[in-house]
């Protein structure tokens, strides 16, 4: 049994049932004094020895000091006494011999505050997720409530960790009998009924996904090849990268300025062309017309974008100075600087779909993506923008990134004979692999989406961020910056530890990353969660990773299943997590949250909680 702190004044010391007065906290013997099982004194009435029930006088013995009460009675014979817990309960009346001696606990207790109350039967009560059951040792004044709730369709005593095994329906009730009639009282707190009073935050959904990944063109062959198993990260054969310590990357095997119109790709950097396919595409996929906002018969001016990214595509700027030493100023491009700033990806998602409400940039290092739509979800709900494409972009495959990132000794030497050089968790895991690509969201409002009889993967949630505050490039080996935005997403999203069916790690698998990952992991959810890591099938993707490893998540609560982790052949034992390997695995049934982390250099720290619908 829990206690609270020390109660002042708790002393106890033996006298005659004689003294005891009205507001004494008493123990009957040793042994309740040993078990802190105490009462409290309601009245004490003299009763004639040996004719138990027979009052000798109506009078109560009162407090002493009050006119016409004895300070102790000298006449032979018995006291009955009522007792209360001290915590409330039932009355109770004990016979006792006024020269027994009992423990009081040198403390006067207020007798009219002491509430009488009895143990609520539950073989009757119907029970609803949402309902609590508190039982409290009521005879023990240090005692502390417990607290039951009910969640998928189980009591968690603790929702905030997953190291108990919650009791089923049958389990509480069994319980509860057993203990209602040891002293302890038992109630039941039926689940509130929501109230229409008050201006709540907007409710967010997911309708729509686009994704241009190393593993192909759309979200099809996105989920395809990650149920599969499949590896998108390739060799560098350019003469370009000949000669740097590391020639593997996480492409797109598809030029994507063949799939938009000439003059528009001139136009765009790498990453925003990848920007506006998978911006489009999860247009598309909500039911929009391609054409924009006016043609889907919305207010351009209630939609927004919102795009992670660190460069954008460094290739341009590259390329400008080159031409500048080579061939003067006169034959750089007046197009180097739009297409040079991150921005651009924004600004092209909005001109390609009209979009007035807002277009902005978010750059945090590899967390970039998630915060991206974090921040897309907070615009929606508190009624800035109704509709909002968000997500990451990146194309930073390019010699100079790779060589430094070479010289930082932060990619990996693995090549590609033995599977995937990128290893989340793995043993034998040595570092990360450089990628490129683009992951949108469409979000809006449930409000909205429903009115025009959209499809709803599921519900943006909510999200959190912290930050490190370590190293510029080391994450905090505790975990600690981790574990906190994991905790405010959850709590964002109105949820608990025991809501989550599914993770999907950032796991870059640099050694240090992927362990302060984990422990932040095990130190939140107290338990086995399954987790997924997907930079094995795909690098990874800097800004743009949080936004395609949001679209897997967001597929993964749609349809029910976790894509396995490729590349950890041996799961390193320090790791401690059920990572899902070799095969696809069914997703949890109770539970209805999935978490996607993004870390980035710097201890940029995001999280993004969905929430499946059902």
């Known amino acids: 049994m829990r206690h609270s702190s020390e109660i002042p004044y708790f002393h106890p010391h033996a006298v005659t049932v004689a003294e005891v007065r009205p507001g004494d ?9 040993a078990g802190d099982r105490w009462f409290v004194v ?48 039932a009355d109770r009346d004990e016979v006792l011999g006024r020269a027994r001696q009992v423990t009081v606990a040198c403390r006067r207790m207020d007798v009219g505050r002491i509430p009488v109350v009895t143990s609520v039967d539950l073989a009757g009560v119907e029970f609803r997720d949402g309902d609590r059951v508190t039982t409290l040792r009521v005879v023990d004044p240090r005692a ?40 302890h009282l038992v109630r039941h707190h039926p689940r509130p009924r929501r109230s229409a009073g008050g201006m709540a935050p907007r409710r967010v959904v997911v309708t729509g996904l686009g994704a241009v990944t190393p593993l192909g063109v ?15 990260i390739r060799e560098l054969d350019g003469e370009e990268f000949e000669g740097l310590p590391v020639r593997v990357a996480g492409t797109v095997p598809v030029d994507p300025a063949t799939l938009l119109p000439r003059p ?4 765009m950097n790498r990453a925003a062309q990848f920007a506006v396919l998978a911006a489009r595409e999860a247009w598309r996929d909500a039911g929009f017309d391609g054409a924009g906002t006016a043609e889907s018969g919305l207010d351009p001016a209630r939609v927004g974008v919102s795009v992670g990214a660190i460069l954008g595509d460094a290739s341009v700027l590259v390329g400008g100075d080159r031409t500048l030493r080579d061939k003067g100023p006169r034959s750089v491009s007046p197009l180097t600087t739009p297409m040079t700033v991150p921005s651009q990806a924004a600004s092209q998602v909005s001109l390609a779909l009209r979009i007035t409400g807002e277009a902005r940039t978010v750059t945090s290092a590899c967390a970039s993506g998630t915060e991206a739509i974090g921040l897309a979800i907070d615009r929606i709900r508190y009624g800035h923008v109704d509709i909002a494409l968000a997500g990451g972009a990146e194309a930073v495959v390019t010699p ?12 990996s030497h693995h090549g590609l004979a033995d599977g995937s050089p990128s290893r989340p968790f793995a043993k034998d895991r040595d570092g990360f692999v450089n990628g490129e690509g683009a992951g949108f969201l469409l979000l809006e409002t449930e409000e909205h989406a429903r009115a025009r009889g959209a499809r709803i993967y599921c519900e943006a949630a909510g999200w959190g961020l912290s930050a490190d505050a370590h190293h510029m490039a080391a994450p905090d080996p505790s975990g600690s910056g981790v574990a906190l935005a994991l905790r405010r ?34 130190a939140v959810l107290g338990g086995p969660v399954p987790v997924t890591a997907l930079k094995g099938h795909l690098g990874h993707l800097q800004g743009a990773a949080g936004g395609v490893e949001a679209v897997a998540t967001v597929l993964t609560l749609h349809h029910g299943l976790i894509p396995p982790t ?17 095969s696809a695995r069914p997703l949890p049934a109770g539970g209805d949250l999935a978490l996607s982390n993004s870390f980035g250099f710097g201890g940029h720290n995001a999280v993004l909680a969905l929430r499946r619908v059902g």
Not at 264 to 267: H, N
Not at 400 to 411: D, G
């Open 25 to 33: 906290l008493l123990a009957l013997s040793e042994e309740d004094v």
């Open 42 to 89: 309601i009245h004490a009435v003299p009763e004639t020895l040996g004719m138990p029930g027979t009052p000798e006088t109506p009078e109560t013995l009162g407090t002493p000091g009050t006119p016409g009460t004895p300070e102790k009675s000298e006449t032979p014979g018995a006291v009955r006494v009522r007792l209360r817990p001290p915590l409330g309960g």
């Open 144 to 183: 502390v409530e417990e607290t039951y709730v009910r969640r998928w369709s189980v009591w968690h005593r603790d929702l905030e960790s997953l190291r108990e095994e919650p009791l089923s329906d049958g389990a509480l009730r069994e319980l509860a009998g057993e203990i209602a009639g040891r002293d």
């Open 218 to 232: 759309g979200v099809g062959e996105l989920w395809r090849g990650l149920l599969e198993g499949e590896c998108g």
């Open 264 to 267: 528009q790709a001139r136009r």
């Open 400 to 411: 100079a990134i790779m060589a430094s990132f070479a010289a930082m000794r932060a990619l």
């Open 489 to 522: 997403a959850l709590k964002d999203a109105g949820g608990h530890v025991v809501d989550v069916v599914h993770v999907n790690a950032h796991a870059t698998a640099t050694v240090e990353g992927d362990l302060a990952e984990a422990n932040a992991l095990r």
């Open 566 to 582: 490729i590349g950890c052949a041996i799961q390193d034992d320090e790791i401690g997590l059920d990572v899902v390997t070799h």
